[in-house]
């Protein structure tokens, strides 16, 4: 199955970091202006389990419907806290993100690591190439406006 990830230092501590993650409203702040969120839904609290329904605007719509399964939250003195969540609806048969955050000497370290699935069949395989430059090109800009959100703050 196909991986990707994403790293970058961000001028935060552990906890700031995985708090602002935690809060799908910042999902907003962080992306792209080629792919904005219109909109999203969560069905309660950002816990293991919980459904969020995200829909992007920009040249491609898109919808996801992602569940959370897995968070473990920074304890004291840890060095590393992720969260992963799997999409159940999406236009990937399979996608699995991990954010990861570990602490470094100038901030966090956090990673976007993604398992994934192309869509299409055999067909999107042969799109990997674009796929990954997409993928390269959202968190980059991602991780550019979290930078800077915690750089102004």
């Known amino acids: 199955m196909p991986r990707f990830r994403y790293s970058s230092i961000l001028p ?3 906890q700031t970091v995985y708090d602002f993650h935690s809060d799908t409203n910042n999902l907003a702040l962080a992306q792209p202006w080629w792919a904005p969120v219109s909109k999203i839904i969560q069905d309660g609290p950002h816990q293991v389990g919980s459904k969020i329904e995200i829909h992007t605007g920009g040249p491609v719509k898109q919808r996801w419907l992602v569940r959370i399964t897995e968070m473990v939250p920074p304890a004291k003195d840890a060095q590393k806290a992720w ?3 799997e999409a159940e609806e999406g236009p990937f048969p399979v996608w ?11 901030g966090t370290k956090l990673s976007d690591c993604i398992q994934f699935q192309p869509p299409l069949g055999w067909f999107g395989w042969l799109l990997l190439p674009g796929i990954y430059l997409t993928f390269y090109l959202m968190f980059r800009a991602r991780h550019q ?3 800077s959100h915690f750089s102004s703050s």
């Open 12 to 14: 935060a501590g552990l």
């Open 83 to 85: 969260t992963i969540d």
């Open 96 to 106: 699995k993100h991990q954010h990861l955050f570990e602490t470094e000497k100038s």
């Open 145 to 147: 406006r979290t930078y």
